[in-house]
């Protein structure tokens, strides 16, 4: 069966963003996309609310043809580009190419999606992420710690009824400060 994996960057004092929504204080460089590719490579589709597929989809729709952009940024746009898409969002109606819209987290169809063949299910979106962990769907967390404090913002695990207990797998460290810490649950 397919894991969930909720794979997201948060700044050292646990904010994802900044009160205005800024997300571009986090580190990430050829080194890193390198890793992340890598890793997307063997998954079978991402999945994210609809603010962060919009955000995502605005930029890496069109970042291939740029001359400016990196040999692994121009990987990662060919993959999220082919990588099948779940958005969550009840005012869509449809969305990008391959891309599939879903109004509700609905366990038993989550269920289904993760009994699919394929590779792993990438999770993006802290308010989705929440309502995933509510029903206990998320299988492994990859969470990307930057060296940047921010003072407030919005934190990745904001949902106070939500306790977890997980079993740390594995670090990395990249040159650029970064730590990816990957954890599953204790349980899973």
């Known amino acids: 069966m397919r894991k969930i994996i909720l794979m997201m960057s948060v700044s050292l004092d646990g904010f994802f963003e900044t009160i205005d929504r800024d997300i571009s204080w986090g580190l990430v460089d ?33 970042a291939a043809p740029d001359p400016d ?6 990987e990662f746009a060919g993959i999220w580009r082919e990588m099948p898409k779940f958005v969550f969002s009840r005012a869509r109606t449809q969305a990008g190419s391959n891309t599939t819209v879903i109004h509700d987290v609905v366990p ?18 802290a308010n989705l992420a ?7 769907l998320v299988d492994e967390f990859r969470i990307r710690v930057n060296p940047v404090v ?16 997980l ?3 594995g670090t990395h460290t990249f040159s650029n400060g970064v730590v990816l810490l990957r954890y599953s649950r204790s349980s899973a």
């Open 108 to 125: 038993e169809q989550i269920a289904e999606l993760k009994a699919q063949p394929g590779g792993d299910i990438v999770l993006s979106g």
């Open 167 to 169: 079993r740390l797998e």
């Open 69 to 74: 952009v990196s040999a692994p940024m121009f």
């Open 30 to 62: 050829d080194e890193l996309l390198g890793f992340l590719n890598g890793e997307f490579r063997g998954m079978g589709a991402f999945m994210f609310g609809r603010i962060t597929y919009d955000v995502m989809a605005d930029y890496w729709n069109t």
């Open 130 to 136: 929440s309502a995933l962990m509510r029903h206990g």
């Open 150 to 165: 921010l003072g407030r913002g919005r934190p990745l695990f904001e949902d106070p009824g939500v306790r977890m207990d």
